[in-house]
């Protein structure tokens, strides 16, 4: 059947138990689909005010899920292009990204990524490249309960060969206050307290700084924040 709404019209459809949807809003057009417990889910938006393009596409089932994802800029002052998509199937994802930018004459500043995602119940590990898979970064972390969480990070730099590690983590003391803080491998570490005065008020205390020198915290700084 059909529908208008203030100017806004969409339809629906079922046949022979399958159903799909179609709207369109102010030229914004989307569409989804659902046929026996598969789930499809389809979007493209023109922006002419902006002279943009974008479109989505998303499928997922009991064990699947698929997303693609591409936005294209076609205004000639800022020219740009970007592409992406992940595939994900019990608990890993893996996906990739690619983007361009126009310069004077032709498209360039092209930058390409991969990553990879395991997410197991309380625990999750991952692996990211950035700067056309020239670095890689390397994360873990684990929550204990819903207070208290583990991580870690690895950098590494495949073109200098430079690494960079961090460890950090947040725990709650009680109902009201928590820590929180992370040591990096040069040095630096940095660490957080945070109460809570109130559900609607929060005050907190952080300083920073590098064991190397231990010439005391540097960087103390304090903050009230109102929700």
Not at 88 to 112: C, H, K, L, N, W
Not at 201 to 207: I, N
Request: no cysteine; charged share 20%; net charge positive.
């Amino acid at each position: 059947y059909q529908r208008r709404v203030h100017g806004k019209q969409w339809y629906q459809r079922r046949v022979h138990g399958k159903q799909w949807y179609q709207r369109r809003v102010h030229g914004k057009q989307w569409y989804q689909r659902r046929v026996h417990g598969k789930q499809w889910y389809q979007r493209r938006v023109i922006d002419t005010s902006k002279n943009s393009f974008s479109t989505k596409f998303k499928y997922s089932d009991k064990s699947y899920n698929a997303q693609l994802d591409a936005d294209y800029n076609y205004d000639k002052s800022d020219l740009n292009a970007v592409a992406s998509f992940v595939l994900g199937y019990d608990g890993i994802s893996v996906g990739a990204q690619a983007s361009a930018r126009r310069t004077e004459s032709d498209f360039g500043d092209i930058d390409y990524n991969v990553g990879v995602e395991w997410d197991q119940g309380s625990s999750n590990y991952s692996l990211k490249t950035s700067n056309r898979i020239g670095s890689v970064t390397l994360a873990a972390t684990k929550k204990y309960s819903s207070d208290s969480t583990v991580a870690v990070q690895l950098n590494h730099d495949i073109d200098n060969g430079q690494t960079a590690a961090a460890v950090g983590g947040s725990f709650g003391l009680d109902d009201a206050s928590s820590v929180q803080g992370f040591l990096e491998s040069n040095g630096n570490i940095f660490a957080l307290y945070k109460y809570r005065l109130s559900s609607r008020v929060a005050a907190s205390v952080g300083a920073q700084t590098n064991l190397n020198e231990l010439e005391g915290f540097s960087n103390v700084g304090y903050k009230l924040e109102f929700q």
